[in-house]
């Protein structure tokens, strides 16, 4: 998948959209001795059909980017690696790191091209590229995506890295307490695992064969009466 997915959860609350709450929290979780690194982000990788997608324009061009709002350590935490430039900075307030993918579909873009957001108001920099990971689920091809690291957005997740798969269960459990520390009940938040992701994932294409299986037997049905009609007319 091009990251250590099998080393990743996620911690989601709306308290987490508070800055002083995430830090908090975020120290704490970087204290751990089995957590690697914990970033904040706006989507889970690996979970969605569809991502979020802005339109843009480079020399005539019309481009079309999956766009992943990210803080600025959020590369290193997931274990994605730069090819080309630089990773974020932390004096990054509007940057974008396009996959590599983007390259093939519409060239070498180079580093500085500024993108427009219109509904922003704000130029984006391309800061660099970065190898190509399944940021949508198994089920969709890699497409042309950026990473993007915009203050504008409030984000609810924590991404958190352990040290390996089998440290998991034990520190799930210290971010729970982790929380509690904080003050967030067991309502505020939920934890999101690789398991998690891959359960949903598979109860959304069940649903779908269901539908595909339904129309089918609607499609079926029609016919039949259609047939029906016509031996009766004769």
Excluded at 198 to 223: C, F, H, M
Aim: proline share 2%; with cysteine; charged share 25%.
């Amino acid at each position: 998948v091009g990251y250590a997915r099998d080393s990743i959860f996620y911690l989601q609350s709306s308290r987490i959209n508070d800055v002083s709450v995430s830090e908090a929290i975020k120290s704490d979780l970087n204290m751990l001795p089995d957590v690697v690194g914990a970033s904040k982000c706006l989507d889970v990788l690996g979970e969605q059909d569809v991502s979020m997608e802005w339109g843009f324009s480079h020399e005539g061009q019309p481009l079309r980017l999956q766009v992943y709002v990210v803080e600025p350590d959020f590369l290193d935490v997931m274990g994605i690696q730069i090819t080309e430039g630089r990773n974020f900075r932390h004096e990054d307030h509007f940057s974008f790191i396009l996959n590599e993918t983007a390259r093939k579909e519409y060239g070498s873009i180079p580093l500085g091209t500024k993108f427009n957001i219109k509904f922003a108001g704000k130029d984006v920099d391309v800061v660099g590229y970065a190898e190509d990971i399944h940021a949508r689920n198994m089920r969709n091809l890699i497409g042309a995506s950026a990473f993007h690291v915009n203050t504008l957005y409030k984000l609810n997740k924590i991404a958190i890295r352990v040290s390996s798969p089998e440290k998991m269960a034990a520190v799930i459990r210290q971010v729970e307490d982790v929380c509690q520390k904080h003050d967030l009940a067991d309502k505020d938040y939920s934890i999101i695992t690789k398991e998690r992701v891959l359960e949903r994932a598979y109860r959304e294409e069940n649903n779908q064969k269901r539908l595909v299986l339904i129309g089918s037997i609607i499609s079926l049905v029609i016919s039949l009466i259609g047939v029906f009609g016509l031996v009766l007319f004769e």
